[in-house]
C-alpha cells in the first residue's frame, strides 16, 4: 500500500514519529507522500524526508486554508522551492470553503496558479475541495488540457461528481472516512473503476472506524483498505496491489 496523503511532519507526531514509520511499514505500507501546508511548514517537511529517505516523497504547495492577506508573498517563497529539487505533486492545494468563505477570492487566485505550476513542472495536482466542488471543477476546466491531472483528496461527493472527476483524468482519494457510519460514500463508490483510486489517510485528521476519534496514523490504511474491499466485493489484497499501481503511476513514484 501506499499512503498518498499523510501530514507525519506535523507537532502531532513529535512525540512517537519513529513509532509510527515503523507500525506503517509493518503494515505494509511502502511509502508516504507528504504534501506540504504552508510556508511555516517546510523545514518540518524537509526533516521528514531527510530522516525516512526514500520512504517518503514530498509535494509543495499552500493549503487554501492558509490562504491569507499575504498570500503572493508565501507563493513566490514556495514557488522557489521548485527551483531547487524535483516534487512529486503540487499540493495541498485547492479551495476550501467550509471554514472561511470570506477568503474565496484569494484561495481561487491561490489555486489558479498553483495549477499553473503543476502545468510548467508537469507534476500532478492534490487537490483540497471542502464544500467547494463546483468553485474547484470550474477553475480546472479553465486549465484543462493532456498534462492536468491529479487526485481529489479527501473525496466526499457524490457519484456525479466523481464521475466528472474521473473524466477529466483525475483520481479519487479515498481515506477513513468510508468507514464512518453516516458516508454516502458507500452507496456508490463501487460505480467507480478501481483504476481511479488512490489510498490516503490524511494523517493526523480522519482516523478511521475503529480508530476515530483518535490521532490518524498510516499503519490505519489497513481497515481502510478493507472497507473498500468489502464495498468492491474483492479481497482485500487486490485493493492494496491495485491502489499501488494507481499511485505509483500518478505520482511516478520509484518504490522498493
Not at 475541495?129 to 476546466?141: C, K, M
Not at 452507496?187 to 483518535?214: C, M, Q, S
Amino acid at each position: 500500500m501506499i499512503d498518498t496523503h499523510t501530514h507525519i511532519y506535523t507537532e502531532e507526531f513529535d512525540a512517537d514519529r519513529d513509532e509510527v514509520v515503523s507500525r506503517a511499514k509493518a503494515a505494509e505500507v511502502r511509502h508516504l507522500i507528504l504534501p506540504n501546508i504552508d510556508v511555516s511548514t517546510l523545514e518540518r517537511l524537509y526533516a521528514a524526508e531527510q530522516r525516512y529517505f526514500p520512504y517518503c516523497s514530498l509535494a509543495m504547495g499552500l493549503h487554501p486554508t492558509s490562504v491569507t492577506d499575504n498570500y503572493k508573498s508565501d507563493l513566490q517563497i514556495l514557488k522557489r522551492e521548485f527551483d531547487h529539487r524535483i516534487f512529486c505533486a503540487v499540493g495541498e492545494v485547492g479551495i476550501d470553503l467550509f471554514w472561511d468563505v470570506s477568503t474565496k477570492k484569494n484561495q481561487q487566485d491561490a489555486f489558479s496558479q498553483q495549477i499553473e505550476w503543476a502545468l510548467e513542472y508537469d507534476i500532478p495536482l492534490i487537490i483540497h475541495a471542502r464544500n467547494a466542488f463546483d468553485e474547484t471543477y470550474e477553475i480546472l476546466q479553465k486549465y484543462r488540457n493532456e498534462k492536468l491531472r491529479g487526485v481529489f483528496h479527501c473525496f466526499e461527493g457524490s457519484l456525479q461528481q466523481a464521475q466528472k472527476v474521473i473524466e477529466m483524468g483525475f483520481y479519487i482519494g479515498v481515506n477513513g472516512v468510508v468507514t464512518f457510519k453516516k458516508t454516502s460514500l458507500t452507496e456508490w463508490l463501487n460505480n467507480v473503476p478501481l483504476d481511479w483510486i488512490l489510498l490516503e489517510t490524511d494523517a493526523p485528521y480522519l482516523a478511521p472506524h475503529p480508530f476515530r476519534g483518535k490521532r490518524n496514523e498510516p499503519a490505519y490504511l489497513i481497515p481502510i483498505s478493507e472497507k473498500i474491499a468489502s464495498v468492491y466485493g474483492l479481497e482485500t489484497s487486490f485493493i492494496r496491489n491495485k491502489t499501488e499501481e494507481n499511485a505509483q503511476k500518478l505520482f511516478k513514484l520509484s518504490v522498493y
